[in-house]
């Protein structure tokens, strides 16, 4: 069944329209989302339509349990445009033409399986990007002396492939676009406003690829979008070994930072963050244990949280990790809402939220789900705001040297219905920690773009991850 064709709907039924580009939102990974709206509402929902086209979802059941239904569905829509970046680049970490680039399938659960919402749908295979030299590969020539980029626009956003050696132009590019006074972009006139940055290590994936090798021009006029291909930066620890750590701190002269070792409570060692939205901006406030009153407390609220910009830095090499540069604006700490505060002191005397803090204690030290370890759950605000997720993070591991600092933080994430966990490594200049939190392990790092060191310390931030990178590659 189509878009276009009419439905018979019965009495117990209604449609409700989902735009184009947006389906993955309604049904969120493996889906997990729309499994959980299901359960919910208790409503039956089927999706009629094509993948990246406009669908609509025809609800049956009880009008009470379609209004849920409806509900829970338009709140995953309103979170479709959280994460979109305005300026985003992909370079390539390479100073001399490379004979070819090819990608390379990675192994996937999903790879060949079917998707269980449009059945005759196979799942996009997903690869990593490899770096040739060897002679034996194609020998197209290389046209890359145009000094501007390619650039792609979606829906106003600016996107882009090219190679390291656009670096400065593309922060200037990011400079000028969030400099820029218009709707819907912050500048830097308005004082309130914060931007926040850090480089973090993983593997950057490509979907939806047409050719398995490309010279370097082809690479630089790829195109994202409907037509063209996707990118995902998957975060990875991997390549941090304990061998790789002690290389680390031989060759950068890092030094660890034992910030846990005076715990003596878990939940001294956990920072939870509530991200919500209000009037479709993106905001979150803080939690943190406190030890003297046995409870948890609102330490900090932030809004209008927004993705400026991303820069993607593709090592081509098997064992060097790809690097990601993140960039978000927020507005400066806002004070503290009192109807949170109460929220979260009420919180913690329900039933709900106690047995599961005894769960948590009577099994330290032993094997547990997940979902089983947070003490803070996304269900918990159903009907209070509209939460979009709920993480709980620790820092495991801290590294710094006199310029720089390197965190490893794991994070147990609630979000649709669905905990996953995911551990990360990120590098920050110390130059961008503005100030402590209160929580004394958790720093903020951000920087102002009037800053003339603003763009010099980006730079030299991320020729240093790439130096790391390479190092641990070696």
Same mark, same amino acid.
């Given at each position: ?18 735009? *184009? ?53 338009? %709140?995953? /829509? ?22 070819? /680039? ?94 926040? /940055? ?57 030094? %660890? @930072? ?34 003297? =009153? ?36 927020? *507005? ?35 094997? /547990? ?52 966990? =995911? ?18 392990? %958790? ?6 773009? *009037? ?7 980006? @730079? ?15």
């Amino acid at each position: 069944m189509t878009i276009n064709q009419k439905i018979e709907l019965k009495e117990n039924q209604e449609i409700f329209r989902i735009p *184009k580009g947006k389906s993955g939102y309604i049904f969120g990974p493996d889906s997990s989302n729309l499994n959980r709206i299901r359960a919910t509402s208790r409503a039956e929902i089927e999706i009629n339509g094509r993948k990246n086209q406009s669908c609509q979802a025809i609800i049956t059941g009880t009008n009470e349990q379609r209004i849920k239904a409806v509900k829970l569905l338009e %709140e995953s /829509l309103g979170r479709s445009n959280s994460y979109s970046p305005i300026v985003g680049f992909t370079l390539l970490d390479e100073l001399n033409n490379p004979k070819s /680039l090819s990608f390379k399938e990675i192994s996937s659960e999903d790879d060949g399986c079917k998707s269980s919402v449009f059945p005759n749908v196979i799942p996009h295979r997903k690869y990593t990007l490899e770096i040739n030299h060897s002679s034996e590969m194609i020998h197209s020539r290389f046209h890359n002396n145009n000094n501007n980029l390619s650039i792609n626009n979606l829906s106003g956003k600016i996107y882009s492939f090219s190679t390291i050696l656009k670096l400065e132009y593309c922060l200037a590019k990011i400079v000028g676009q969030i400099s820029n006074n218009r709707p819907g972009k912050f500048h830097q006139d308005n004082s309130d406003d914060e931007f926040r /940055l850090k480089i973090n290590f993983g593997r950057e994936l490509f979907t939806k690829i047409s050719k398995p090798t490309l010279n370097l021009s082809e690479w630089n006029e790829l195109k994202r979008g409907y037509n063209g291909i996707t990118t995902a930066f998957l975060h990875d620890v991997s390549f941090f070994d304990e061998k790789k750590i002690k290389k680390l701190k031989d060759v950068f002269r890092f030094k %660890e @930072i034992n910030n846990l070792e005076n715990k003596v409570d878990d939940r001294e060692n956990c920072f939870i963050t509530v991200l919500y939205k209000e009037k479709e901006k993106k905001n979150k406030f803080k939690l943190q244990w406190n030890a003297v =009153e046995g409870c948890w407390k609102i330490i900090k609220s932030t809004k209008n949280i927004s993705r400026q910009a991303i820069i993607d830095i593709v090592s081509g090499r098997n064992h060097s990790p790809d690097l990601r540069f993140l960039l978000k604006s927020q *507005k400066r700490s806002t004070p503290i809402n009192e109807k949170h505060h109460n929220m979260i002191s009420c919180l913690q005397k329900t039933e709900n939220f106690l047995k599961r803090l005894d769960v948590i204690s009577k099994n330290k030290g032993t094997f /547990l789900k997940d979902g089983d370890k947070m003490y803070f759950r996304q269900e918990d605000f159903n009907g209070k705001f509209k939460c979009t997720s709920v993480r709980q993070s620790i820092i495991k591991r801290q590294l710094t040297n006199d310029k720089y600092q390197m965190n490893f933080i794991s994070t147990l994430q609630d979000e649709d219905g669905r905990v996953t966990l =995911e551990d990360t490594v990120n590098l920050i200049d110390l130059s961008w920690i503005s100030s402590p939190s209160p929580n004394e392990y %958790e720093q903020i790092a951000t920087m102002d773009p *009037k800053n003339p060191e603003f763009t010099k310390s980006i @730079i030299g931030t991320i020729n240093y991850a790439r130096n790391i990178s390479r190092t641990i590659g070696e």
